[in-house]
């Protein structure tokens, strides 16, 4: 039985995976609470603060390790980074959320 997987190790080794997907004009602002790792992507423009919210609640059946979480996570922003257009706030004030 593997023992469930630490979020602060995996906050550990997301860091600099974000400093890798580095822009000038977006945040990422990663996060552990409530068994759940969350980063919040933001930029603003002249219209809005725009963004969304990539979050990850792994379950011990994944026996997925730090690693392999952290680079989920960045392959998701990478990928939302990539469309160039990041959305605003929707109709009831929240980001869009993703969950890895």
Do not use: W
């Amino acid at each position: 039985m593997t023992a469930p997987l630490n979020l602060q190790d995996a906050l550990a080794a997301l860091t600099p995976a974000l400093g890798e997907l580095h822009r000038d004009d977006v945040t990422m602002t990663p996060s552990t609470r409530e068994g759940e790792l969350r980063v919040e992507v933001r930029s603003t423009d002249v219209d809005a603060l725009r963004g969304f919210d990539v979050v990850a609640m792994p379950l011990p059946t994944e026996h997925k390790t730090p690693d392999e979480l952290a680079r989920n996570i960045t392959e998701v922003i990478h990928r939302e980074l990539m469309y160039g257009q990041l959305a605003a706030k929707d109709e009831d004030g929240e980001f869009k959320r993703i969950v890895v």
